[in-house]
């Protein structure tokens, strides 16, 4: 009876964690697929990862794909990132470290106010949740002495943030940030983890 109690107990194990890799492949090709709604803008910099991140996120078929120069951002290149559905903002982290105080960067750090999705690689990413908060977008909280609590300490090569929606019971509509940190650090795997991060 023990013997045929040791060969069942990995059997059911291997199929738990088969059914569990076809739950997560499910889920990451349902996200894919949302993922060719998507309309993509970008900020490009100096960054080698950013570069070769942002290559493959191409790579996964966005319904649009546009650079934005922010040194000429008009009210048409705001609007095409705050006002369209499913819109994903892929900044530099350099560039966004070299211009964190300008009145461009502002403005395009805002257009998460109007449900836009917005990811940094490469550089100090820390940095952009700290303009988060200085722009009103998503206030850091403080610890009991006093320092801000920033969720990229240690500035993963890429991170994210969106304003996302769930409806309550009583089908009233509320937001809630949600926070990208990643410590996956190959091009392939950070650009694989936006879609499921945004279909999240």
């Known amino acids: 009876?023990?013997?045929?109690?040791?060969?069942?107990?990995?059997?059911?194990l291997l199929a738990t964690v088969l059914a569990s890799t076809a739950v997560q492949t499910d889920a990451h090709t349902r996200a894919l697929v949302n993922f060719h709604s998507v309309s993509l803008r970008y900020v490009t910099g100096t960054n080698p990862l950013f570069q070769e991140v942002l290559a493959k996120v191409n790579g996964l078929g966005p319904a649009h794909e546009a650079s934005l120069d922010p040194s000429r951002l008009t009210d048409n290149d705001i609007a095409s990132i705050a006002h369209v559905p499913n819109s994903l903002l892929m900044i530099d982290g350099d560039w966004l470290n070299a211009h964190a105080r300008d009145?461009?960067?502002?403005?395009?750090?805002?257009?998460?106010?109007?449900?836009?999705?917005i990811v940094v690689v490469g550089g100090t990413t820390s940095t952009f949740f700290?303009?988060?908060?200085?722009?009103g977008v998503n206030q850091l909280s403080t610890n009991p002495d006093g320092t801000v609590r920033n969720p990229d300490n240690f500035n993963a090569p890429q991170v994210g943030f969106a304003l996302k929606t769930t409806t309550a019971p009583d089908g009233t509509t509320h937001y809630y940030p949600s926070v990208l940190t990643t410590?996956?650090?190959?091009?392939?795997?950070?650009?694989?983890?936006?879609?499921?991060?945004?279909?999240?």
């Open 130 to 135: 700290e303009l988060l908060s200085a722009y």
């Open 103 to 117: 009145a461009q960067t502002r403005l395009l750090l805002r257009t998460a106010l109007s449900g836009a999705k």
């Open 183 to 200: 410590g996956l650090d190959t091009p392939d795997n950070l650009a694989n983890i936006i879609p499921d991060w945004i279909s999240r």
């Open 1 to 12: 009876m023990m013997a045929i109690f040791s060969c069942i107990l990995p059997a059911i």
